[in-house]
C-alpha cells in the first residue's frame, strides 16, 4: 500500500499499539491515523472469507458503477458482513472529514480497502486483476461519496 497516504512507513510498535488496546479495550495511542488504517488493513485481510462474501463478489463487480443496485446488493449480505462493512465506511468517512490534515481522499481510499474488503475466491491474473481491482475499488468509492442509510 505504498501511496502517498502510506508513504509515512507505520511504526510496528504502533500497529501492536492498536492491537493491545483493541484487545484490552484500552484508548489507542499511536503517532497517526495511518497506524489505526494500516491494523484494519492487517485486521481485514486476515479474514477467511473477505468482509463481501465471495458469493456477492461477482454481482458487486457488476454494479459497481450504479448506487442503488449497490446498495441493493449489500442489502441481500448477512447482517454480520454488511454491518462491517458500513463500520469500515464510516471510519473511512471519518478520515474523509479531516483530508485537509491527513491528506486523504476518496479514491486512495476505497483503492486500499477495495481490494481487502472484496477479493475474488480464487486468483485473478493480468488484466483481469486489474480491471476487477478497479471495479472493487469503485464499489466502495460509492459508499464513500454517497449518503447510504438502509
Known sequence: ????WYQ???????????????????????SSIHSVAESLILFLDSFPEPVIPYEHYP?????????ANSKRTLRSIDSSHRNVFKYVCAFLREILAHSERNRSNAKFLSQVFGDVLLKPQLPEAGSVAKSTSKKRSLFVYQFLTNDYDE
Open 1 to 4: 500500500y505504498g501511496k502517498q
Open 8 to 30: 509515512r512507513r507505520v511504526r510496528a510498535i504502533d500497529i501492536g499499539a492498536v492491537r493491545d488496546a483493541v484487545d484490552t479495550d484500552g484508548p489507542i495511542r499511536v
Open 59 to 67: 454481482v458487486c463487480l457488476e454494479h459497481c458503477t450504479h448506487f
